[in-house]
């Protein structure tokens, strides 16, 4: 009982302040996974998430967001304390939301990534893991903290972001996004477009990016999704360009997902490519059986467990 009452929604109440409300959800997984280095190892991981938010008398609404993600992740040594630990903080209005900290850059916030099209997921994120995905562009170049407003109306979405250069010499670092989604009779399509220059941590010179995606869920359960970019590195070996594919179908309580992805160098003499599997097979209750796969020349692997969220 004491459990329940614990991982249930707590309202907690101000003199003179609105009602405020804190939420605390969770999710577990256990099974195996082979790094394609080591024999095959046992996984588990727990991930805790504690939710709030509120209203001003106003009517701003505001909230906050914490990731407890270090409750023992049999894949990973050693946790990355690069950023700011999984927190995020916004407020909202009529003038859009602001949000800060561990969020996506608006040209990451604008696009659709093919290795999340229709994906249901592995609980070693095999999928995305490959040599040929691109999932956040230039974020996170410096501490991960980021700064991003965005605003909807109608069917169009835009988006502007920037994130300081806190390890170099103070250099902004800043991204603008647009989207669009429309219903054709059952078809959702999405649209997206966005430019990002990053501050570098080294030469005081800003690696660029502009890219584009598109994506399409049928009403029959098909979803398929591209998306392109192309990049201005200062680096010798930086990308150039990188392109992704994604394709999800889904029925009845089975998850079917494939991706493949490429990035071109500037120098054209490290270009790799690589493609990724998920499948999963929902039991019902919030426990859902996964299987991940990941190919690329670097590595050949697969994770094969339980998700389970409460």
Do not use: C
């Amino acid at each position: 009982m004491k459990k329940v009452l614990f991982a249930s929604t707590a309202l907690v109440a101000f003199s003179g302040a609105a009602v405020a409300d804190v939420a605390l959800s969770g999710r577990a997984e256990m099974g195996i996974f082979d790094n394609d280095v080591e024999s095959a190892q046992f996984f588990t991981d727990i991930d805790v998430s504690f939710t709030m938010s509120g209203e001003t008398d106003g009517g701003l609404t505001f909230g906050a967001s914490v990731d407890l993600d270090e409750g023992g992740d049999g894949a990973a040594a050693v946790a990355d304390n690069t950023d700011d630990g999984g927190a995020t903080i916004f407020i909202a209005g009529s003038f859009g939301t602001i949000t800060m900290g561990d969020t996506d850059g608006a040209l990451d916030w604008a696009l659709t990534e093919a290795g999340n099209v229709g994906t249901p997921g592995s609980i070693n994120d095999d999928e995305t893991s490959h040599d040929g995905y691109v999932g956040s562009y230039l974020d996170g170049g410096s501490d991960g903290q980021i700064l991003r407003w965005d605003y909807s109306f109608g069917d169009f979405g835009v988006a502007a972001s920037i994130e300081e250069d806190n390890g170099g010499d103070g250099e902004i670092g800043y991204a603008i996004g647009l989207r669009y989604s429309l219903d054709l009779g059952g078809t959702t399509v999405a649209l997206g477009i966005g430019h990002q220059e990053a501050a570098s941590l080294t030469a005081g010179d800003q690696d660029s990016a502009t890219g584009v995606s598109a994506s399409a869920t049928l009403a029959n359960g098909l979803s398929i999704g591209v998306v392109y970019a192309d990049w201005d590195s200062a680096a010798v070996d930086g990308a150039d360009s990188n392109f992704g594919i994604g394709v999800g179908y889904s029925t009845g309580a089975l998850s079917l997902h494939a991706n493949y992805g490429e990035v071109d160098t500037n120098d054209g003499s490290a270009d790799t490519d690589g493609f990724g599997l998920a499948a999963a097979y929902d039991l019902g209750g919030g426990a859902v059986v996964h299987l991940g796969y990941r190919n690329d020349d670097t590595a050949d692997t697969y994770s094969l467990g339980l998700g389970l969220s409460f």
